[in-house]
């Protein structure tokens, strides 16, 4: 078995890594948390995507909820809540959206 990997002979794109397989090669996804990738996970990212910082070798979740000096969620009876990359507004419990705005359900 070559190992295109190792050589010139894989063509992967940007956000991939390149796995060797018997008698070929694959591409797979960079995780989210990658701009660029040698290999799977978050601990193999070139560099960190906007939303993650790197700890030693691995891109983590920024919590924007919880780092943020001012609140990021102003509107009345909103709250932040923290996703992978990023981050929502929604309405506190007991609210709903309507018309844009939070109100009691």
């Not at 992967?12 to 960079?30: H, I, K, L, P």
């Not at 040698?38 to 700890?55: E, I, L, T, V």
């Not at 609140?71 to 609210?95: D, F, I, K, L, S």
Request: aromatic content about 4%.
């Amino acid at each position: 078995d070559v190992d295109e990997c190792g050589t010139e002979m894989a063509h992967c794109r940007a956000n991939q890594f390149c796995v060797n397989t018997e008698g070929s090669y694959e591409c797979r996804d960079c995780s989210t948390a990658c701009i660029g990738c040698m290999g799977a996970g978050p601990a193999r990212c070139k560099k960190c995507n906007k939303g993650y910082w790197r700890d030693g070798a691995k891109c983590l979740d920024v919590d924007e909820c919880a780092s943020a000096e001012e609140p990021v969620c102003t509107a009345a009876q909103e709250v932040c809540e923290n996703t992978e990359g990023g981050y929502r507004c929604v309405c506190a419990p007991g609210h709903v959206r309507r018309d844009g705005q939070c109100v009691e359900d």
